[in-house]
Every structure is written in C-alpha cells, then in structure tokens.
C-alpha cells in the first residue's frame, strides 16, 4: 500500500448539515462545489439528498452534470457561474438552474432556453459575481416577469462576525430585494451564524459541512493517515531533505511517510507541522516533497506503520495553520492517489 | 464553458526529453509520478514510448498500474517507494519493478515475489528513500545474488549546482557501487544538468520534460487559458473580495474568471500575480476564492473573454514565484476541473 488513506465519515457531513439546518427556520441548501470541496460530490450529495437536502450549489456547469447523474432527477442544482458562453447544452441536458450574474447572461439564457429555471446573482459589495444595484435597477422588471427561482448574493467577511461589511451587505442586498415576492438567500455557513436577520428564505452552507471553520461546532469528517515507507537512525550533524534543510541536533530517528505536495499536502507547511501517531505528536522535518514527508519518530516507544495528518487530534483549519492558509484550501487540495473510504 | 482550458503540448514533452537524451550518453528514462507531474500520465508515457524512452518511474505501485494500462506490455515501470505492504498482488500483475529502500522490503520482496524484478535504491546522504551504507554492506551479496536491474539513490540539492553535497553524495554512491556489474542511476532533472560524471548508466528527468526549472531551455508545455464570467465597475474606494482585501484606488473595469484555489491556483498567490491579455499583463487584485479569481482590466483596450495564467509569456516557475513556491507544485495541483486539450 504506497499510498495514503483519506475516511470521509458521510454521517458527519449530514450531522453537521441538519445541524446547521436546526439553526434557521428556513431551507438549508448544501454547496458541493469543487467536488464536494474535495471529498467527492457524487457520494456527498446522495448521503445529503437522502437526509433530505433538496438544494445543491455548484460552482460550474461542468459540475452540475456530475451531480445530476449522482441524484437523478428531483434536486435543484444550481450554478454560481451563471449561464456562459457554450453552457446552453449541458444547462438544458442536466436540468441545472443558473444563477444569472449579468444582463448578458441574462440575454443569453432567455434567448436560448426561454421556458427554463433561472435564478438571480447581485452583488451586494464583494464586487466578485452578480449584477450591481443600476444593473438590476434597469433589468428587474422583464427579470422577474420570467418568475426566477431565487435571488441570490455573497457576504465577503461573514467570516468576522462584527466586521461592518456584513451589516452594509445585508443593507444593500434587502435594498435590491425587498418587497419581491421571490425566495432570498444571502447566508453561506459564515451567514448562517450571523442570526436570523441573514438567513432569509434558503442558507447554503459549504465549509461547514465539511468540518472547517467558522463552523467550531462541527464534527469530525476526514482522517488522513499515511503509511511509513521506512524508518532510519540520522546520526548527530546529518541532514534529512531536499536543500539539506533539517540537520540532526541528536541522534534521531526518521520515518519517511508516502504523501506530499502532490497529494495537496502543502509544501508551505514545512518544519512546524505536526502528525500523530495514535495519541502522540510527532514532527514533520525538512521539506515537504512531490510525494514524500520525512517525520522524527524518535520519541515514539515503537516505529509506527502509519502517521496521522487529519482527525480527531488535529483538524483542516490546524493544518491551514501549518501551511498559512485556510481549511477550505486543505480540503479542496486533497489529492487523487488517496484511497478513498467513505463511512455512512 | 464554466472551466478552464488546460492545453498540453506532448511535442514539447517529447523534445525536452530528446533534448536532455542528446546532453548524456546513458539511457534516458522519464519520471512520470504524480499522474506525469499533473499532466496526465497515460498521455505523457504513451507520446514518451512512441518517441523511444524504455523506461518510467512512479512513486507508488497504484501509479504503475495506471501506466502499465496505459502502456501495454514492454517499457520497465519502477516504484520508487520499493515494494510495501500489500503492493504484491499489483507489483506481479502489472509487471512493476520495485525499488527496494531496506531490508524489510528484499525480505518481503523476496519471499513473495522470488523470480521478479526488483531494483535496489541507496541513500547517499538525503536521508528520505534507499538503504543506508551499512544496511547495505550487509545485505549487498544477497541482494546481488538476486540480479537487481538498477541501483539508484537521489540527489538532495541538484538545483543548486555549486552546492558541496552534491559531490558528496556522488562521492557516496560511487563508493557503494564501484565494481558492481549493475546499471546505476543518480541523475534526475538537476543531475543530468550537473555534467557527465553524474550520469552513471541512466539518467531519470522529470520536471525538465514538463517545462520546469532548472532544465532552463525547456520548451513551453502547458498553456492555461481561464474564461472570464463577468466584468464590471467599480468605483474608487470601493472593496473586491473576501475580507474586502483589494480596495480601488480609482474608478477600475474589474474581470471576474473562473478559476481558483480549488483548481490548484495556490491561495498564497493572491495579489502581486499576474494574468495575460493577449500580450498584455493583468494584475489579479483581491484573495483569490475556492473557485474565482478578479482581475483589474482597467487598461485593456477592450473586455477579453479570457486571461491566460500559464504560457509561452509566464511559465510555471513564475507563477511559482507568486506564491512563494516551485514550479514543480504548480504542476501537481493543476486541477480536475479543467477541460484537458492534448497536442500530438
């Protein structure tokens, strides 16, 4: 076995989405995009439907083809990046509903498919995806006599709870929406905790389905554990890695363990990471490579045939940490040699 | 099209390849581990075959599999990672050749498989992968009572062609292999480049086949063309992204694309990269999201359909740069989401 062992638990996945649900009084959509941030759609969204989330987001056309042949016909999918140039086909052939993010796609749409489901992206400020308050000022009329199946936008920093730009956000976006006698949703998992005044009428939590922050109440998904490929004594003054980077202050043992960047193991996170082997931290030394980790075992009262990156002891936000960056990018990194266990 | 465009040259491949072949007069094989550097392996090793390489190395057994599907019977597929616990079944049915790193692996090696191929790989000062010196005193009549087709050990600072281990670790391996009527191989990418004494019986590139420094006359391989959903105004003072990180300093024609972190455009990125127009730069302005990236397209002389990130005017080391890595990681994280053009 030269390769690592990634356990997505699909009954934490649906704990964490009705529990996000429980929160709100509204529909609890579930964001899937980028392949189930990494944990695979196809088996994510049939454990969620089964639970019964009726609702999916995905960021591309592309994707929603997946989803569609996972769930069958029934769910809503909805697409974040609108109706583009060349999605006619597979929006008509998947029944996937766009999000229109601008008159241009709006034209294109109604052109091309003028009986299908639609739905309506503005930008309340993040200035990413969605159509600007005079855009929508000049469209909303024809827009709403097709009868759109949601109006949507993004907060930016719903990750910071007191930051004014969710206040401001939510301002603009009730400016654009009320009084439309059309389904609102404004709340990401971000959103979700912000209170009642963000949830409207659909949440569509992503992250926190998964396990990551700003989610701190949520369960466990992925465990990643690595088999070791060999262990060696480094004697005093040698060095382990590319660049010589790790020089031995004591005789030590070293294990090499069988993931690396390529597997999206980050190589910014270097010397400062952590494994476990059961309950026992141990750290990760010189580089990070292609498809190696070099660990100093040392201290262990027995060489281990595996060492733990992600679980119980350690989650995706602590090995952001490592690498300086997010759990969400943990997570959508993780790679294609990983055999892949789902727990349901 | 909500994805975008990956474009692989395999001619350009298959004239690296030749270019390094011309530099030695050793074999050359090809390192394809990593699904061929994240380019694909079935499509790099079938154009490599074809233009005459005999030779592949993977990381794990599981890759050998992919390729010996992709390849037919014939070509030599190594294993770096040697023959681990539960690797038999795979390493016999598709015709794997390990690369035993210790005694553990010739034991079960040769206990499970007694008839078969297998290499043989030394540590000469890396510390990660191969036999330590004395392990290999102790084991090397055996070993070679067996017929290894290969001994080999690798390089821990090839880049750096003045650095003192690499004459430390050919030093290393040639006083482990002197006498020895067994093909030898040291030299990867940075190997081949280090001159004659380094090339032994075969030299394995791999990043210089795919463009990558520090093969420095590599010919342009990949070529990443991201459509462009929207684009809009946004007036100075006014925030682009999460956490409202880019502010603009004047009234900005700002391009929304489709493409992110979640597509293995690092997150470290973020502001200081650059995209291209045609022949002109775009700056990427604000974080850059799971699955978009925004551009300030202020100064084009007309909106693009699309931005290319990788190409003939950026190659995967600059866009490494931005993020603070190597060309290498660049490679590996290219994502699934991609429409994958092959040139043949």
Redesign the interface.
């Known amino acids: 076995?030269?390769?690592a062992r990634l356990t997505i638990d699909l009954n934490a996945v649906i704990n964490n989405w009705r529990a996000l649900d429980a929160t709100t009084n509204c529909e609890t959509a579930a964001v899937v995009?980028?392949?189930g941030?990494?944990l695979g759609a196809p088996s994510v969204v049939r454990a969620l439907a089964k639970a019964g989330a009726r609702t999916f987001f995905v960021?591309?056309?592309?994707?929603g083809v997946i989803l569609r042949t996972a769930l069958g016909s029934g769910p809503t999918i909805n697409?974040?990046?609108?109706h583009?140039?060349?999605?006619t086909d597979i929006i008509r052939s998947s029944e996937l509903t766009p999000m229109i993010?601008?008159v241009?796609?709006m034209l294109r749409h109604v052109e091309a498919l003028p009986a299908a489901p639609f739905g309506i992206q503005l930008?309340s400020?993040?200035?990413?995806?969605g159509m600007?308050p005079e855009e929508w000022s000049a469209v909303r009329d024809i827009a709403l006599s097709q009868n759109p199946t949601l109006i949507m936008s993004h907060l930016?920093?719903a990750?910071?709870p007191d930051?004014p730009?969710n206040r401001h956000q939510l301002k603009a976006f009730r400016e654009m929406t009320d009084g439309l006698d059309v389904p609102c949703s404004l709340a990401a998992t971000g959103g979700v905790l912000l209170g009642p005044e963000y949830h409207f009428d659909m949440t569509r939590p992503g992250i926190g389905l998964y396990g990551g922050m700003p989610y701190e109440d949520a369960q466990t998904v992925v465990t990643l554990d690595i088999?070791v490929?060999?262990t060696?004594?480094?004697a005093q003054g040698?060095?382990?890695?590319?660049?010589?980077r790790w020089v031995a202050e004591q005789d030590s043992t070293?294990a090499?363990i069988?993931a690396g960047?390529?597997d999206?193991l980050?190589?910014?996170m270097g010397n400062g990471a952590r494994l476990y082997a059961g309950d026992i931290q141990v750290p990760v030394i010189?580089r990070i490579?292609?498809?190696?980790i070099?660990a100093d075992i040392s201290h262990l009262p027995e060489e281990p045939?595996t060492l733990q990156l992600l679980g119980t002891h350690q989650s995706v936000d602590d090995v952001a940490d490592f690498a300086?960056?997010?759990g969400?990018?943990i997570l959508?990194?993780m790679g294609?040699?990983y055999?892949r266990t789902y727990l349901e």
Request: proline letters at 1%; charged letters at 20%.
């Open positions: 076995m030269g390769t995009k980028a392949n941030y990494g960021a591309a056309a592309e994707e697409v974040f990046s609108g583009m140039d060349g999605d993010n601008s241009d796609q930008d400020g993040m200035n990413r995806l600007e930016a920093c990750d910071e930051h730009m088999p490929i060999q060696r004594t480094v040698e060095t382990v890695g590319y660049g010589n070293v090499t069988a960047y390529a999206g980050i190589r910014a010189g490579s292609m498809d190696l070099t045939t300086g960056t997010i969400y990018e959508t990194s294609n040699r055999a």
